[in-house]
């Protein structure tokens, strides 16, 4: 995929069905630590609550490693399922959700619960600011000194990342490409530096 879509903050939204409260707190996480991190601060936050129910997409939206939920005390799959349904079909990446129920005394029946969840985050996501979020993939770059400065020159004028630099004998620079535009860049760069340069992608860059 080019891209996927990212909260740029944490929001929260609010909606009432039958006098339960469903509050829909959106963020981005990136990994199942953060994700999990995020869902213990709302548990922390809303004590109180009947229900702290979850799903995330913690990576890329296809990276099935990184998709969990939960219904956290309601019906088996009335909450958790369904909230991840929507996430998993919202372009939504590096993004988990938690619902927040006070239960308002009227039982919604399961049919009732999962339209109520998934309602809450259809209509959270739809609310959501995000931003665009492109794949990355990590290249090395080995040049001499002397390529040091119009390197680094094109490089901050790039979308490329810099993640990390080492001097020893050459320089060793750690980038971070985005896929969709490294084959242009990668020749742009070869010809800047006149083939005196060494790359170490990864494969699927």
């Known amino acids: 995929m080019d891209y996927y879509l990212s909260p740029t903050h944490t929001q929260r939204f609010d909606l009432e069905i039958k006098n339960s409260q469903f509050l829909t707190t959106v963020s981005r996480t990136k990994g199942r630590v953060a994700a999990k991190a995020f ?3 709302m548990k922390q936050r809303y004590p109180d609550a009947n229900h702290h129910c979850w799903a ?14 939960s219904d956290d005390g309601e019906p088996k799959g009335t909450a958790g399922k369904p909230m991840l349904n929507v996430l998993q079909h919202s372009d939504f990446g590096e993004t988990t959700v938690v619902v927040t129920r006070f239960f308002g005394g009227i039982k919604l029946g399961a ?17 959501t600011i995000y931003e665009s979020v492109y794949p990355r993939s990590p290249v090395q770059l080995k040049i001499t000194y002397p390529l040091l400065g119009k390197v680094e020159y094109w490089l901050e004028q790039s979308d490329i990342e810099i993640t990390n630099k080492t001097y020893s004998d050459s320089i060793m620079i750690d980038l971070a490409v985005i896929e969709r535009t490294w084959p242009e860049q990668k020749v742009i760069l070869t010809d800047l530096c006149q083939g005196s340069l060494t790359l170490i992608e990864s494969d699927k860059a």
């Open 39 to 41: 869902i213990d601060e």
């Open 56 to 69: 995330f997409v913690a990576g890329v939206p296809n990276n099935a490693h990184l998709w969990d939920q």
């Open 111 to 127: 049919g009732g619960l999962v339209r109520a969840y998934s309602q809450a985050v259809q209509e959270a996501l739809s609310q």
